[in-house]
């Protein structure tokens, strides 16, 4: 994530915090505002009360009859409770805190009193009862004003809460969407591991695949390919980068298809895999792996453990399950049995032929020394012999990418007796011989059969660029070896002739075996391989 969107972030975090922050303290304000209220109506109470028992005493003494005695105190029970309903938060009566309107419209049972008084023989005098009812009304109205303004209060109250519900969703919604994305910042920062990694299995020095497709449509004119010289030897042959995985993202892949959510991918994959040895695969049967590959990247683009992968990373993971399948030992075993099979008698040939030229030496193709000696020639051929050893046709493919890789670099890089100290670009003419010398030394077995195996195997859509135009150099190598008389080398016509016919003389008294006899090495070769440790 670049730093832009990284600043997005951190500002929804702190107007997140910010708006928290400020519900609460609302939220606080109105409590206290609601809980001083709540005192205020107690003291009214406590007051109201004192002026109710100020008039007991008063009607007492002026001796108001016996009925306006019970209504009052019918009153104050009514308003003990209210002031009650008031402290409790309860909603208050329809018919407000007093009502001296009795069911029949009498006004305080004045009545009723009177009679009662006339009956009684006592008398209250107008002005004293007027008085009391107007005290009575006058506390009425000032409980109902209290009782309004709580009824306001307890409004806001609930549009407050109302607002914070609202602030929670919200701050639900950009929780979810922080998380979202700290989830995208994962797969990115996954995804640039990855990234990285490649960058740093791929060779700045080997040609970009652009120009190789030109130097391809150029007839291999690989001057053009501008290559950027590299730098002194500083032992780069020695950093053991020949050892690095051939298939990137094959041991991620299988630790995936180990998680119990890949379950059904993987009874699909081992489901094909059994069928497949079943059937007893030959070469014809390469249709089949294409098939089940090209239907397989749905079911694994829509997995949750490569939901969010991208084209690049679905490709790969197709890759990393064409080498699971084709790597496996019985479909392997069954494959090359019938490659090996088809292809034996121009595997023998090829092998006798490699084993009979054995006299050539880099002079012969117009080697130059500095190469011929060059203490990473030997990795060359191991990467060349790794072919017939490796399994999956991505992991051939790539031994021959990084065994003309390593050549590229021995080219490219500048010798103590150039005069500028730079190198010169490198050519199909500096090239080729020196690929046709490393096949040679390295007497690969059975080649044909693995290089049939490559073209049959590897999906189409991935053969093709750069490694394809390695692999038609070795096909070109081998073509070249398997018809090289005296006119296509450096070398006298009869001297060829004769050292190619004790050679084959050798090969017949062996049996048709070479292996054995301490072939005629190059110059020099035998040490620098002892000083790499190959």
Request: net charge negative; glycine share 6%.
């Amino acid at each position: 994530m670049g730093d832009r969107e990284r600043f997005k972030v951190d500002v929804l975090k702190k107007a997140l915090k910010t708006q928290r922050t400020e519900a609460l303290n609302r939220e606080n304000d109105l409590q206290n505002h609601l809980s001083g209220l709540w005192k205020k109506a107690d003291r009214e109470r406590k007051m109201l009360m004192g002026q109710v028992s100020e008039l007991k005493n008063e009607v007492a003494r002026k001796g108001v009859a016996k009925t306006l005695f019970n209504d009052v105190t019918s009153k104050l029970s009514d308003l003990k409770t209210t002031v009650s309903n008031i402290k409790d938060g309860s909603p208050s009566s329809d018919r407000g805190l007093w009502s001296f309107e009795d069911d029949e419209g009498s006004s305080l049972g004045v009545a009723a009193s009177s009679s009662d008084h006339s009956s009684s023989g006592g008398r209250v005098d107008g002005s004293g009862e007027s008085a009391v009812r107007g005290r009575v009304r006058s506390l009425e109205a000032k409980v109902s004003a209290q009782q309004q303004e709580i009824a306001g209060l307890q409004g806001q109250l609930s549009q407050r809460e109302a607002a914070v519900s609202r602030l929670e969703l919200r701050n639900a919604a950009l929780t979810a969407s922080l998380e979202e994305k700290e989830h995208q910042i994962q797969t990115m920062e996954s995804r640039i591991a990855r990234l990285k990694q490649r960058l740093k299995e791929a060779n700045s020095y080997s040609p970009k695949p652009k120009s190789v497709a030109d130097a391809v449509r150029g007839g291999y004119a690989l001057e053009a390919l501008g290559l950027t010289p590299a730098p002194p030897s500083s032992g780069w042959h020695l950093d053991g980068e020949e050892d690095s995985p051939l298939v990137p993202g094959l041991d991620e892949f299988k630790e995936r298809l180990r998680d119990e959510t890949a379950a059904p991918l993987l009874g699909m994959v081992e489901s094909f895999v059994t069928a497949f040895v079943h059937k007893k695969p030959k070469l014809g049967d390469y249709a089949m792996v294409h098939h089940f590959l090209g239907a397989m990247e749905n079911p694994f683009r829509s997995h949750r453990l490569w939901r969010e992968a991208d084209d690049d990373d679905v490709a790969e993971t197709i890759d990393a399950l064409e080498a699971f399948i084709l790597g496996d030992e019985k479909v392997n075993a069954s494959v090359m049995q019938s490659m090996e099979v088809a292809h034996a008698e121009q595997d023998h040939l090829l092998s006798r032929r490699l084993w009979c030229l054995q006299f050539i030496q880099p002079q012969h193709l117009d080697v130059k020394k500095v190469h011929a000696t060059h203490p990473a020639l030997p990795l060359a051929r191991k990467m060349v012999t790794r072919i017939t050893q490796v399994r999956s046709p991505q992991e051939k493919l790539e031994c021959i990418f990084r065994a003309a890789r390593i050549i590229f670099r021995m080219l490219n890089e500048p010798s103590s007796s150039s005069s500028s100290g730079r190198a010169q670009p490198a050519s199909a003419d500096d090239f080729l011989p020196l690929f046709i010398l490393t096949v040679l030394k390295a007497q690969p077995q059975h080649l044909c059969a693995h290089l049939e195996f490559i073209a049959t195997f590897r999906r189409p859509s991935q053969l093709a660029g750069e490694r394809h135009y390695y692999l038609v150099q070795l096909q070109t190598a081998v073509a070249f070896i398997e018809h090289m008389d005296g006119a296509a080398v450096s070398m006298d016509l009869e001297e060829f002739d004769e050292k190619l016919r004790e050679r084959e003389q050798l090969w017949e008294s062996r049996g048709g075996k070479g292996g054995g006899e301490d072939l005629e090495d190059v110059p020099g070769e035998t040490g620098a391989e002892d000083a790499v440790h190959v």
